[in-house]
């Protein structure tokens, strides 16, 4: 699905580069883009600079990670997480972000070619600077303890929307708290923030519009559930008035062929869980894998290599 670009409203367009310019490729950033990438908008990540991660000696308190994790492991994942979920991460600062004159936005990096974005996300913890010029400078910073300025981090609402068409901001930049799994979280909080807005735009309503992405067992799936039918009477129950009777319908089917193709069988929900811990497992030092794995079990898989190496000698 990703770099579909299939929503209405001008998210699409092709006098943008890319749909969504993310600029900071820490836990905020690859979490928003591996959202909105996976809901099909052309995304970049922009990724270099200061970088809190970076500066942690070891990653404490993150889910899934029971003793700690290093950063260089952890940022290894989650940039090829935000790439395999169709981002493009480039390597590059970002040293200004211009509104263009009819919506989107220019975004200036140190060494590669500008772009131009639909949508911009902030999502670097150690300061907005680049953003100086899209608002007022008292709007957008503020005077820190030291007497400096930083950017203002309640310039974003809690959802990371900002009072500039198309600008939302990530993480603690945004004041969410500072931790890397919360910072992940609110990304993830403000791509669903921004794709809910384009779904509004392609029409939907309520909670109809708020995006969602689940893998269902399709052991679980019941007809009622995919027939397009139900879709439509339960549109046309909760259709606002001004929608007319062939919007909702349409609607309605596409929100049903969505919901249809959620299913998941089991053989590929097994191939994704063998590829998911292949995965993993490349991210480990071979030294610490043979370390942990059984002796027979590597006895027995070396013999089995050179029964097969004879064989074919
Ligand atoms: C010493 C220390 C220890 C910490 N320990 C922990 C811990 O154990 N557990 C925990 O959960 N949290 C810890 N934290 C907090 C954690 O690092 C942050 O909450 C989290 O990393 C914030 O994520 P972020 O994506 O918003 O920002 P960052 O992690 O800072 O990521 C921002 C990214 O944007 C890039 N960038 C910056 N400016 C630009 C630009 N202009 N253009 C392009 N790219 C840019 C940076 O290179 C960076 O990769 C620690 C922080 C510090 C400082």
Redesign the pocket.
């Known amino acids: 699905m990703a770099g579909d670009d299939d929503h209405g409203g001008d998210a699409g367009d092709r006098s943008f580069d890319t749909t969504v310019a993310i600029?900071?490729?820490?836990?905020?950033?690859c979490a928003a883009g591996v959202f909105t990438a996976r809901d099909g908008l052309e995304t970049v990540i922009?990724?270099?600079?200061?970088?809190?991660?970076r500066?942690?000696a070891s990653?404490?308190?993150?889910l899934g990670f029971p003793v700690g994790v290093d950063v260089e492991t952890f940022l290894e994942l989650a940039h090829d997480h935000a790439t395999r979920a169709g981002c493009r991460l480039r390597e590059d600062?970002?040293e200004s972000v211009t509104a263009l004159p009819d919506g989107g936005f220019r975004v200036d990096p140190q060494d590669g070619d500008p772009i131009r974005a639909r949508f911009v996300i902030a999502?670097?913890?150690?300061d907005g600077e680049?953003l100086r010029g899209l608002d007022d400078d008292d709007a957008l910073f503020v005077t820190d303890d030291e007497g400096g300025e930083r950017f203002d981090r309640e310039y974003p609402d809690r959802r990371g929307r900002t009072p500039v068409d198309g600008l939302y901001v990530a993480?603690?930049?945004a004041g969410c708290g500072?931790?890397?799994?919360i910072?992940a979280g609110h990304g993830a909080t403000v791509a669903r923030t921004l794709l809910g807005e384009l779904r509004e735009a392609d029409g939907f309503w309520g909670h109809f519009a708020e995006h969602y992405d689940w893998r269902r067992k399709v052991e679980n799936r019941r007809e009622e559930w995919v027939d397009p039918e139900r879709w439509v009477e339960r549109f046309e129950a909760a259709a606002p008035e001004a929608v007319d009777p062939a919007t909702v319908r349409r609607l309605a089917e596409t929100y049903a062929d969505e919901y249809g193709g959620d299913y998941v069988e089991p053989d590929v929900a097994d191939r994704r869980a063998e590829r998911g811990q292949r995965r993993l497992a490349a991210a480990l030092e071979d030294e610490i894998i043979l370390d942990t794995v059984d002796e027979a079990a590597i006895l027995e898989r070396a013999n089995a290599i050179e029964t097969a190496d004879s064989k074919t000698e």
């Not at 600029?23 to 950033?29: E, F, I, L, S």
């Not at 990653?59 to 993150?62: A, R, V």
């Not at 500072?178 to 799994?181: F, G, L, R």
């Open positions: 600029v900071g490729g820490g836990p905020a950033g922009f990724d270099r600079g200061p970088s809190s991660l500066r942690c990653l404490e308190n993150y600062l970002v999502a670097t913890k150690y680049y993480g603690p930049l500072d931790q890397a799994i910072a």
